[in-house]
C-alpha cells in the first residue's frame, strides 16, 4: 500500500522539485501540497497522510500535528538553519541537500518506523546500522554525515531512531550494543 505523504511548503520550486524526486516511487502517494498553516487541521482530518513533510519556519503550534488519533509521521524540511530543539519535535529530518537516494530512504524509513511501531519492532534499519557503525568508530555528526552522503540533520534523526530502538543513550553504550550485535569487532574501533 502507498504511503500518503503530504508536503507543507511555502515555496513552489522546492515543492515541484520533491514530487520530482517521488514522482516515480510507488511507495509513495503525494498529496496535493499545502503553501501555509491556515487550512492545515481540516487538511489532516480529510487527506489522512501516512507522512507528513513540513517546512518547521512555518509552524508554532507542534499540538496541531500530533492531536490527531491516526499515526502520522511528521518529517521536518530543512534548507536553512532551524534551531535543534524545534527539530527535536519531527520524527526525522530531509535536507534539501541530501542526495534523492538518502530523501527517498529518510521518507522510506520513517513510514517503516510508524508500522514498526505498531507492531512493537525494534529492529535497525540498514541506514540506522551504519549510522551506529559508524558512530562506534568514534566518528563525529559530521563525519559519518560526509562518510554516507546526508545532512548532519539526518545523521541526528537516525541517532535518535537508533536511541529509541534500543533504549541506549550513550556513545559507549551504543558501542556495546555494536559489538554484542557483531556489527564490528574491536579491531575496527581504532
Known sequence: MKQRLLIVEPSEVIIEGLKAVLADQIRFKVLEPLADMDVLEQRLMAARPDILLINPTVITDFTVLRSHHQPMAVVALVYQYVERDALKNFDAVVDIRDSRPAIIETLAQ??????????????????????????????????????????????????????HKTGIKSVAGLT???????LINENSLF
Open 110 to 163: 520513517v513510514s517503516v518506523s510508524q508500522v514498526d511501531t505498531r507492531k512493537d519492532n525494534y529492529e535497525l534499519t540498514k541506514r540506522e546500522t551504519a549510522v551506529l557503525v559508524q558512530l562506534a568508530q568514534g566518528k563525529t555528526n559530521k563525519e559519518i554525515a560526509d562518510a554516507l552522503n546526508v545532512s548532519v540533520h539526518t545523521v541526528i534523526s537516525h541517532r535518535k531512531n537508533i536511541t
Open 176 to 182: 556495546v550494543y555494536a559489538m554484542l550485535n557483531n
